[in-house]
Structure formats: structure tokens, C-alpha cells
């Protein structure tokens, strides 16, 4: 596990905001707990803050998940979201639609 | 008068000196000098060649080899004689204060453990790291390390015997008694200024520059024959740095720092596209407002303004649906971008 270097950091928020926009601050900044961004082989994570602590324990072969998956990064260095973080995006999305 | 009117040959030095020759007449002229110079320059060099000659030769692959005797002829010195050094710091000191330089035992009898050690060096008799348990000075502050404390005088100490060691040697360089072996050492002094003397690169640094020169090559020296004993390079590739994965308790204020310079930024960037909601309602209030105005004539406005001591017209009148809270999404808040790309 480690943290995102800028670069990939950019790239993960860039394609948060195209869905979720301004409320790409609550995700980040959360205030009750609070939540990070965390890199596991090439998949990002969106971990609480106590979790990771706890996971720093585990070695790098045993870990195989933490928190949610928001997406992962291709070989070529694209980032992919993936369904595991639809709970996220839909509760801070920028545009809704309630079906009846 | 003159018993022998033979020249000195000197095989050691491949010298021949006549020390009975002398001008019989001054020359007249250049010429009449020169050649007067080489008739008897020619019969000095056929002395020695003669003395040669008559050495013992060996074979050898180029022509007879002959090995010269030993020089006679004592030369006068090359180099000037050693200059007295200056006298260091401390000898000065101990000038000045009459202090005796007393002989000192290499080995002294060590009571705790009833042996003969050393003064110095390894294992040596009343060694300050050795020691235990210091006690507590009522002058020692809580949370003080005396060990660690110890260590870096000791350093200090080091440092500075190394500084007025130098300093000695530059005097001495400066008056010109500098001892040989200084001179030839790999340590140069520094020529001008009070500079540190050039460090040791460590074997690490070197291991990292023969790495660097090993991979200039077109083919990043992959095929490079290796010299015998070459060890393959430790790093590498690019060697990128990340922030510790935890730090504090989960999220440190480096990676605050980096998430919040990264968001700022993109906000920033994608300003236009996010919805102010505030700013849109007075946007929209306005124009409605001046809108009204226009159509309606002075007339009306006056007459609305009467009737409100400000002269303003009331705030608030035309609700807008866009009124809602910031927070929970707007949906289809005047947003011209309707769906999510």
C-alpha cells in the first residue's frame, strides 16, 4: 500500500469531479472521519483513516483489499472507476434523477 | 711540475674533468674560442668512452650492456636543507606556561579488571563509552540523553584536535617546512582560505557514479562486458519518492497538504463548469429586475419606490425556484450541462 504521488492524485480527482464536482470536497475533507486515498497494486482504495493505520500491519503480499474500491489504473497509466465506489459517487453527485 | 696531466674520470656520472687545462694565450677571437673549446671538449668525451669501453659487457638484445661503477664526485645538495617546523599551537602554549612533556606508559594496569591495557585505542584502560551508569547531575535537564550527550563531545573534541592539526600544517606550508610525506599525501591542503579539507568520497557514492557512468551507453549498458568482481547496480531506473503510507495516525499533514494542493488546483481549473448557486440567484434577481424596469416605464417605478421609504424596490418579490440549499444537489439547477459525462 502506499500514498498517491501527485500526478496520480490529479488524475483520480480529475475524474471524480466529472461526476460528483464540487462536492469533491466532502469526499476529500470529510469531517467525521476521515477518509484517504490509498494505492494497493493498481487499484485505489478509499480507506478511513483508522483502517489504514491498521493496515500499515499487513504485508504488501497479504493485503489484497482495504475500505472501498473507487477505481483502478490501467498499464497505461489511465484511471478506470469501477462499481464498488457507486455508493459514493451517488451520494454526492452533482445531477440526480428520481424514478418513480 | 705537472706529475700527471691526466683527466679525471668519473664513470658514475659519465664525467671527465681536466683540472690542469688552461689557456695558453687569450683567445683572439669567437671562433679561435670555440674551437679551441672543442678540440679539448673531444678529448674529455674520448676519455670517458675509452673508460667504457673497458668496462666488463654483457650481451644483450640491443648491443653490449655495461653497468657504470659507482659516482665519485660528491654533487652538491638538490634541495635546500629540511627548514625547522614552526612550533604548533600547543608547544606554544606549553611555552608559555611551562608545561613539561612527560613520558607516558603504553600499557597501564586496569583495576577492575586487574589486567595490563592499553592507554589508547582499543580496549583501552578508562574508556568513556564503557562506562554504565552516569548519575544525574542536579545541572542535567529531564529527558536529557548523558550518553548521547558523551558521544558528541567526544566528537567535538575530534573535530577540533582535526581543525588545529590542519591549521599547524598550513603554518608550517606557509613558511615552507612542510613534512615530505604531507606534501605527497592524497589530503591537499587548500591553497587559499580557511576551506575544509576535501572529503572522502564514501564507497556508496562511487558505487552510484560507476552505476551512472555503467548506464550511459546507448544501450544503457546492458551489454557491456562486466569487469571481474562487478557487482550489478542497486538502483535501478528512475527512483521515484512517495509519502510515508501512514503517518500520525492515518493521514499526515504532508498528504493533507498534497490532497489539498491537488484539489485547489483542479477547482480552480474547473470553476466555470461548477455551479455557484448563490451568485446565480442574484445573477437572475438582477436581471429580472432591470428587465422590469425597462418595460414597465418610468411611471411604475417611481410609483413602487414611493411606497418604500428606501426608495428600493422590495426584496425578495419574485421568488426564484433556484432557491435552494448549496448542499444534497441541485437538480436541473440551470445547469447547461445536463447530463453526467
Known amino acids: 500500500m502506499r ?22 470536497k466532502n469526499i476529500v475533507e470529510s469531517p467525521a472521519r476521515r477518509y484517504c486515498f490509498r494505492l494497493q497494486k493498481n487499484r485505489v482504495y478509499y480507506v478511513s483513516e483508522a483502517l489504514v493505520k491498521r493496515a500499515t500491519n499487513i504485508s504488501q503480499k497479504n493485503l489484497v483489499a482495504m475500505g472501498t474500491c473507487v477505481g483502478r489504473f490501467t498499464h497505461g497509466g489511465k484511471f478506470h472507476l469501477t462499481v464498488q465506489c457507486l455508493g459514493l459517487l451517488a451520494a454526492n453527485a452533482k445531477h440526480k434523477v428520481w424514478l418513480k | 711540475m705537472e706529475a700527471e696531466n691526466q683527466m679525471q674520470v668519473d664513470l658514475g656520472h659519465l664525467l671527465a674533468f681536466d683540472p690542469y687545462h688552461h689557456f695558453p694565450s687569450p683567445p683572439k677571437s669567437r671562433e679561435e674560442l670555440v674551437t679551441q673549446c672543442l678540440s679539448e671538449g673531444t678529448k674529455l668525451v674520448q676519455a670517458v668512452v675509452d673508460g667504457l669501453f673497458n668496462l666488463t659487457s654483457t650481451e644483450a638484445l640491443e648491443g653490449p650492456l655495461v653497468k657504470l661503477p659507482k659516482p665519485t664526485t660528491r654533487l652538491p645538495r638538490e634541495k635546500h636543507l629540511p627548514r625547522p617546523k614552526p612550533p604548533t599551537k600547543w608547544e606554544l602554549f606549553a611555552k608559555s606556561k611551562g608545561i613539561q612533556k612527560r613520558k607516558k606508559n603504553k600499557v597501564l594496569w586496569d583495576e577492575q579488571t586487574d589486567s595490563w591495557k592499553r592507554s589508547y585505542g582499543y580496549d583501552r584502560v578508562n574508556d568513556d563509552a ?10 542535567d535537564e529531564p529527558g536529557g540523553d548523558p550518553f548521547a550527550k558523551r558521544k558528541e563531545e567526544k566528537k567535538k573534541r575530534v573535530e577540533k584536535t582535526e581543525k588545529n592539526r590542519l591549521q599547524n ?22 591553497i587559499t582560505g580557511t576551506q575544509a579539507p576535501p572529503k572522502k568520497i564514501t564507497k556508496d557514492e562511487l558505487g552510484s557514479v560507476a552505476g551512472l557512468a555503467a548506464t550511459a551507453t546507448a544501450s544503457g549498458g546492458k551489454f557491456d562486458k562486466k569487469v571481474a568482481g562487478e557487482k550489478p547496480v542497486k538502483h535501478q531506473g528512475k527512483h521515484r519518492k512517495f509519502l510515508p503510507a501512514a503517518e500520525g495516525s492515518g493521514m499526515g499533514n504532508r498528504e493533507k497538504e498534497q490532497t489539498d494542493k491537488v484539489l485547489n488546483k483542479l477547482m480552480a481549473k474547473n470553476s466555470h463548469e461548477i455551479l455557484n448557486v448563490g451568485k446565480a440567484v442574484s445573477m437572475y434577481n438582477v436581471k429580472k429586475q432591470r428587465d422590469g424596469r425597462n418595460q414597465k416605464g418610468r411611471s411604475s417605478f417611481d410609483s ?35 447530463k453526467a459525462e
Open chain 2, 169 to 190: 600544517l598550513k603554518q608550517a606550508a606557509k613558511i615552507g617546512a612542510l613534512p615530505s610525506h604531507v606534501q605527497l599525501a592524497a589530503t591537499a591542503l587548500p
Open chain 1, 3 to 24: 500514498l498517491l504521488d501527485e500526478a496520480e492524485t490529479t488524475v483520480v480527482f480529475e475524474k471524480l469531479l466529472k461526476f460528483i464536482g464540487n462536492n469533491l
Open chain 2, 130 to 139: 564503557d562506562v554504565p551508569i552516569i548519575e544525574a547531575k542536579m545541572t
Open chain 2, 304 to 338: 413602487s419606490s414611493k411606497l418604500k421609504p428606501n426608495g428600493k424596490p422590495m426584496k425578495g418579490d419574485k421568488k426564484s425556484p433556484y432557491q435552494k440549499s448549496r448542499k444534497g444537489g441541485s437538480h436541473g439547477g440551470g445547469s447547461k450541462k445536463g
